[in-house]
């Protein structure tokens, strides 16, 4: 699997076409819709036989700045106080170009999209996700990634884009330059096609679906659940070093410290960011919840049995009810409701002395405007009050952030510096801006990538089509 081949010029291949994506996932659609607009022959191989990718298993918020959804609300954002804080985020880690780039392209990907192709995008509000100095986030109105998968899927179809389902690509041939000539995908009853190409785009996602990788470049995350796409293999990444592409900051990833487990349904930050906690089975607070969910991952999985409680009250629990997930563990009785401490402790074996004393911290804090000593502070307004609610969940990995590293325009660099012939990648396949560890995650990188990049990155496949060197 994941294989190159490389002395092997174009010609001889089932049949071609001028791009191949690889991936349907946000990426590669959003990829597909770009050049597809350019008027490019294209096809898009998924190996699943339905498109969902990683997006799908997300809550679907994608960041931008300066849209007209913020406008049409009196939300002042910029390009510049975006990428200032992603950088914040990641200690100036991640390239600045690239950075830039995803910053100033957001608003523009994100009116195309909506404008375009009927993406219903709405502006997410009453909340800022941790690092972010503005309310930033799109979503579609259940606030799903499976709803946005669902609309590029429509768009796909409505632009006739082709998509080949149940096609797992396993082998890549390039001539003697590195130039890409063609590939291999096999289907589930074993047949093999070959496929050549004048382009190719890799949409595929990270390596977090491969236990031997995440062993081996995250082993603090060997043994957290995986809440990702199974198909996240590592096959951009290997394709890369065989072909010598450069490849950076692969210890980077996104986890997430609030996934209800059971029933593995994610529940949203909002409920930490609205005033909520998070404590362990004694009823202690381990940690800054403010700090950020992705490392927020880690610390719930260091605390005894692995498991934490998230506890919010009617206030917060009212407002989560816009978010699908939370619904979904609402029917699965996840969240439990107490009217008093009391009720709390007995009910889920904490000790009542150990959670008063939270309570009592926090309402010392809210009063004498102080932080605690994770570096929290706590407003009064938002102080927890009963009737309260529970939910248990775990810490997991998400997806992977680091990858094959890219130019602005997302073409992959080799380990010299220089571009490959006409190789591209974007998402999850691609060096992202989360710097080199969980620490650098900001809210939304993941499918700022995908889904800012893969139209930077299709556009950028169409001018190369349309201008041959």
């Keep these: 699997m994941s294989t190159v081949h490389t002395g092997v010029e174009s010609g001889g291949f089932d049949f ?3 791009l191949v994506i690889v991936g349907a996932g946000a ?23 339905f498109p969902r990718g990683s997006t799908s298993m997300s809550s679907g918020f994608v960041p931008a ?43 523009g990907i994100i009116e195309w999209l909506a404008d375009r192709h009927n993406i219903p995008f709405e502006l997410v509000q009453g909340f800022l996700y941790p690092g972010h100095s503005a309310e930033r986030m799109h979503c579609t109105p259940r606030r799903t990634g499976e ?9 796909a179809e409505n632009a006739g884009i082709d998509i080949i389902t149940d096609a797992l690509v396993t082998d890549l041939y390039a001539n003697t330059e590195g130039r890409i000539t063609g590939l291999t995908y096999e289907q589930p009853d074993g047949s093999r096609e070959t496929l050549g190409c004048d382009t190719l785009l890799l949409a595929c996602n990270g390596y977090g679906g491969n236990q031997s990788l995440v062993k081996q470049y ?24 065989q072909l ?44 800054n919840e403010h700090g950020g969910y992705s490392e927020q991952a880690a610390k719930v999985l260091a605390q005894p049995t692995q498991y934490a409680w998230n506890l919010y009250d009617h206030r917060i629990h009212d407002y989560l009810t816009r978010f699908e997930d939370y619904q979904n563990a609402m029917a699965t009785r996840s969240v439990k409701t107490f009217d008093s401490l009391e009720d709390m402790a007995h009910a889920l074996t904490m000790d009542l002395a150990v959670l008063e004393s939270t309570f009592s911290e926090m309402a010392s804090l809210a009063e004498s405007g102080q932080s605690d000593r994770f570096g929290r502070t706590f407003a009064a307004q938002d102080l ?44 999850g396949a691609a060096r992202g801006v989360s710097g080199s560890n969980d620490t650098g995650y900001l809210s939304g990188n993941g499918l700022l990538h995908a889904i800012v990049m893969g139209g930077i990155a299709g556009r950028t496949a169409a001018a190369m089509l349309a201008d041959p060197p």
């Excluded at 819709?33 to 190996?47: D, P, S, T, Y």
């Excluded at 804080?85 to 608003?107: F, M």
């Excluded at 990858?403 to 571009?419: H, Y």
């Design 147 to 155: 709803e946005l998968m669902g609309a590029l899927l429509t768009a």
């Design 27 to 49: 990426c590669g659609l959003v990829a597909a819709l770009a050049a597809k607009e350019a008027g490019i022959e294209l096809v898009v191989l998924e190996r699943d036989a």
């Design 218 to 241: 995250l082993p603090q995350m060997e043994r957290a659940l995986y809440y990702g796409h199974e198909g996240n293999q590592g096959d951009a990444i290997r394709w890369g070093e």
């Design 244 to 287: 010598g592409a450069s490849l950076k900051d692969l210890g980077a990833f996104q986890g997430h410290g609030s996934l209800a487990d059971p029933p593995q349904t994610l529940i949203s930050w909002a409920v930490m960011m609205q005033g909520g906690i998070q404590v362990n089975i004694h009823g202690e607070r381990f940690s």
């Design 384 to 427: 927890l009050k009963p009737p309260y609610c529970a939910i248990r969940v775990t810490g997991a990995l998400f997806h992977t952030q680091g990858g094959l590293e890219i130019t602005p325009g997302g073409r992959v660099l080799d380990d010299t510096g220089g571009v490959l012939p006409n190789l591209l990648a974007a998402g």
């Design 16 to 18: 071609s076409m001028p």
């Design 65 to 107: 700045a300066g849209t007209r959804f913020q406008t049409a609300v009196g939300v002042v954002d910029s390009a510049e106080l975006m990428a200032t804080d992603i950088q914040k985020k990641n200690g100036h880690e991640a390239d600045p170009a690239i950075v830039n780039t995803l910053a100033e392209q957001s608003a």
